[in-house]
């Protein structure tokens, strides 16, 4: 069962083409980001971190991009595959305020075969 | 996920009935967290754990105990249920500070 938000904010993109998903975060202080994936019925997934010190990150077919002027936090997923449809959430944390990361409200991803 | 398992997945309780969430890991990791989910809010953090017999409150603590006698169970207590608890939960883990969590599949919890 779907657990997520009704009125997330959406993209919808074709198979194959390059995604962006973007996240702002709220505190200014927060030094440590995660990017997570949610299907429907499941609990959330790792995706990519990366720390302040920092401005991208590769992973497998993702990349996430930190601008900490406008603190702005991007996902990108390259050719975009229909398993890529989820919910994606953006976390902070602020590490020497304990463990405890802050969750964003979610981008759900929709992609057309 | 492998290595933390929730149970039930699923359950309906009357209002006004305890409830007892089981978060259970097998990675022995200090950290455990127990959060909600609900349409138009996210994940929100109710409780967490910091080791054995140490708890803290999140921000949505109120109607929600949490109890951890053993590094690989963390329990979470609705004393008396209430329609406003129906929700989805999950539990997550982490090994140390600055670590990604690990979440569970979540538990279904519906109040009638």
């Known amino acids: 069962g779907e657990s997520v938000g009704l009125h997330l904010p959406t993209l919808s993109v074709q198979e194959g083409d390059n995604s962006i998903i973007n996240c702002a975060y709220s505190?200014?202080?927060?030094?440590?980001f995660i990017w997570y994936k949610q299907e429907s019925g499941k609990g959330p997934q790792f995706i990519i971190d990366i720390r302040s010190n920092m401005d991208k990150r590769q992973g497998q077919r993702v990349t996430v991009l930190l601008n900490k002027t406008v603190k702005h936090l991007s996902l990108q997923i390259a050719a975009t595959q229909p398993g890529d449809s989820a919910v994606y959430f953006c976390?902070?944390?602020?590490?020497?305020?304990?463990?405890?990361?802050?969750f964003g409200g979610g981008t759900r991803l929709m992609v057309k075969p | 996920d492998a290595g933390i398992t929730q149970s039930p997945r699923h359950k309906v309780t009357e209002t006004g009935t305890p409830v007892t969430l089981r978060c259970h890991q097998t990675?022995?990791?200090?950290?455990m967290y127990w959060y909600r989910q609900d349409p138009g809010h996210g994940l929100r953090l109710i409780h967490y754990s910091y080791g054995v017999k140490d708890t803290d409150k999140g921000e949505v603590s109120d109607g929600y105990s949490v109890s951890r006698s053993k590094t690989e169970d963390f329990l979470l207590t609705l004393e008396s249920a209430t329609s406003s608890q129906t929700s989805v939960y999950f539990c997550a883990i982490t090994l140390d500070r600055d670590y990604g969590y690990t979440f569970g599949s979540g538990t279904r919890l519906t109040v009638v």
């Open positions: 990675e022995n990791h200090r950290y």
């Open positions: 976390a902070e944390n602020i590490s020497n305020a304990g463990n405890m990361l802050t």
């Open positions: 505190n200014s202080a927060s030094d440590y």
